[in-house]
């Protein structure tokens, strides 16, 4: 099939988009307001964008009134925002907490959430996640589309504490994924978790390129340096 977004009819009773870039991280995106309001939401398009320093970002369309999200108007404002790793025991809760609800409701406590202190950010950690990263914000790229959902902010932000649960660190000094079992969206309705896993080591001898598919800028100066 063939079809131009936005031009040409796909022909399908669904349209496919989404389902063709699987599957996505998502972003479980904790902020708060100026008024001391805590917020939590679940966006399907996040990702880290680089390791050195680490940046992360997330991704929000508007809201079916054409609005911006909370979480993007808190994170600007307030200029922070916390990643929470979103894990199959804790789906029931990232589903209610994308519910599209009236400014200043809590979303911690309409998904029968606890909340954590963050360290050095103001918004609130999920407790239960796994992996938390306390982000300060860095900017906004508005990219325009069609009303009301269309546009959408793209929102980046600094990681500057990370949290790791240690029942979910295996005896190598590594994150054992199998045992968080992190979800990831697919298109429609449907979501995938991480059960499996395999290995590939770019062939060469670079240890600096290891060492930054790793993601360590330690260990990739360090081999930068020994050369």
Request: with cysteine; hydrophobic share 35%.
């Amino acid at each position: 099939m063939y079809y131009e977004p936005g031009q040409t009819p796909h022909g399908l009773p669904h349209d496919p988009f989404k389902s063709c870039v699987i599957p996505r991280p998502i972003g479980w995106i904790s902020t708060v307001d100026a008024q001391g309001r805590d917020n939590l939401a679940p966006y399907s398009q996040f990702q880290n964008v680089t390791f050195d320093p680490p940046i992360v970002m997330f991704s929000a369309n508007q809201s079916t009134q054409g609005e911006r999200k909370d979480s993007v108007r808190n994170a600007e404002q307030m200029g922070q925002f916390v990643w929470n790793m979103a894990t199959y025991a804790l789906r029931e809760a990232v589903n209610i907490s994308a519910e599209e609800l009236p400014h200043g409701v809590d979303e911690f406590q309409r998904a029968g959430l606890e909340k954590l202190e963050s360290r050095l950010v103001r918004p609130k950690r999920v407790k239960g996640s796994p992996i938390q990263f306390e982000c300060e914000y860095l900017n906004t790229l508005r990219f325009p589309g069609r009303p009301p959902m269309g546009t959408v902010d793209v929102v980046f932000g600094r990681v500057v504490a990370i949290h790791i649960d240690d029942a979910y660190i295996d005896g190598n000094g590594m994150v054992d994924v199998l045992k968080m079992q992190p979800i990831a969206r697919m298109g429609y309705y449907e979501y995938t978790t991480v059960d499996n896993k395999f290995q590939m080591v770019i062939p060469g001898n670079s240890k600096a390129l290891l060492a930054g598919l790793e993601g360590s800028p330690d260990k990739a100066a360090q081999e930068t340096r020994s050369r």
